[in-house]
């Protein structure tokens, strides 16, 4: 099993669509996650962190199941600046180490 | 402050020379991680190392491949003997020095690898 597995997608959507990705993980003691944002033929950029309690950022709402291990990302109202590929990311958090894994992406196109 | 800066932006070399890509970590920061990213596909973990300590190396070939981040100057992956199959992007990002729960990673804007 990957550490980190992603929908593959690709998805595509119409302007204005609500869409949402999973994400999961193997490894139970994970602490700390994150949605990362990569545009074509550029870095991945962070889009916000995942906390326990979950978390909302505008358009954007992001939940952690500990329990099933797994993460989400919500988007509503899409725009076509949404248009890129989304990155899970995991960090086991241990003490001194801040080793972070990615998922493979999930490539997201919006349409007008 | 500046960011992670890689160099080169884009690299050329004849299958069998050695390819040097650097990463300059942001500064304070002492975690840096090397990612690989094929044509299409996700990025791979390659290795991640603080200053002169290769942490987790358990996606690098083990073959050809080596990095290292010295006390002064930027971090190093070294591929030697390049294949056709190295052409890809390679990512390096940097974390702060935080203990505990871990922190973002921020990232370069990346080396193009190009093996012909």
């Known amino acids: 099993r990957k550490e980190v597995e992603q929908d593959p997608g690709p998805f595509n959507v119409p302007e204005g669509a609500t869409v949402a990705f999973n994400c999961t993980y193997s490894?139970?003691?994970?602490?700390?996650f994150f949605w990362y944002r990569q545009d074509c033929r550029k870095e991945p950029k962070l889009l916000m962190s995942?906390?326990?309690s979950g978390n909302e950022d505008g358009r954007f709402t992001a939940q952690l199941n500990r329990a099933s291990q797994y993460i989400s990302l919500l988007i509503r109202d899409s725009k076509l600046s949404d248009s890129a590929t989304y990155l899970c990311?995991?960090?086991?958090?241990?003490?001194?180490?801040?080793?972070?894994?990615f998922g493979a992406g999930t490539r997201l196109t919006v349409k007008p | 402050n500046a960011g992670v800066m890689q160099n080169p932006r884009h690299l050329v070399r004849r299958r069998g020379q050695e390819a040097r890509l650097r990463c300059s970590p942001m500064?304070?920061?002492?975690?840096v991680y090397w990612y690989r990213q094929l044509p299409e596909e996700g990025l791979k973990f390659m290795v991640y190392?603080?200053?002169?300590?290769?942490?987790?190396e358990s996606g690098m070939p083990k073959e050809r491949f080596s990095a290292e981040f010295p006390k002064e100057g930027p971090s190093i992956l070294r591929i030697q003997q390049v294949v056709r199959g190295d052409s890809a992007a390679y990512f390096c990002a940097s974390s702060p020095n935080q203990q505990g729960v871990g922190t973002e990673a921020f990232f370069g804007q990346g080396t193009r690898l190009t093996v012909v």
């Open positions: 990311v995991v960090n086991p958090g241990e003490l001194n180490n801040n080793d972070m894994r």
């Open positions: 490894n139970s003691a994970s602490q700390s």
């Open positions: 500064k304070g920061h002492s975690h």
């Open positions: 190392l603080q200053k002169e300590n290769i942490i987790d």
């Open positions: 995942v906390y326990s």
